[in-house]
């Protein structure tokens, strides 16, 4: 089964958009209907509760728990390991090292901002991913 980190940006536009179609929605789907496996760390986590949180947003909060718990609870933990690589927005290093610190399960990051992240090959969009997932 596929296993991928989720960043934050994938799961706000989620819950942002209108469009119960767009891949980050279906995205989101996935992660509820266990179509693969969520990668986390316990930072990955705080920072999904509270920037879906925001007042800003004004996101559904049992919905954002519901979702935050599902992955807690059938997502797999991962320990992340510090990088020397530069991030432009320092926010998005944690994903990064959760998803090099599964290297061997051969993990996906999704996100729709690649171009915060070093050149790698695990980095996917969310269009790329949902067409992994053949959904």
Request: charged share 20%.
């Amino acid at each position: 089964m596929i296993k991928a980190v989720i960043n934050t940006n994938v799961l706000v536009s989620a819950f942002w958009t209108r469009n119960r179609q767009s891949p980050t929605v279906r995205i989101a789907e996935a992660i509820t209907d266990n179509l693969f496996i969520p990668l986390y760390s316990p930072q990955m986590i705080a920072e999904y509760r509270e920037v879906l949180s925001r007042s800003k947003f004004n996101f559904s909060q049992s919905e954002v728990r519901a979702l935050v718990d599902h992955i807690v609870a059938h997502g797999q933990l991962v320990e992340p390991v510090d990088s020397d690589e530069h991030f432009p927005d320092k926010d998005d290093k944690v994903f990064f090292c959760t998803a090099v610190s599964a290297a061997e399960d051969d993990p996906l990051l999704v996100t729709g901002n690649a171009k915060h992240y070093p050149p790698v090959d695990f980095i996917v969009s969310p269009v790329e991913f949902c067409d992994l997932l053949g959904i």
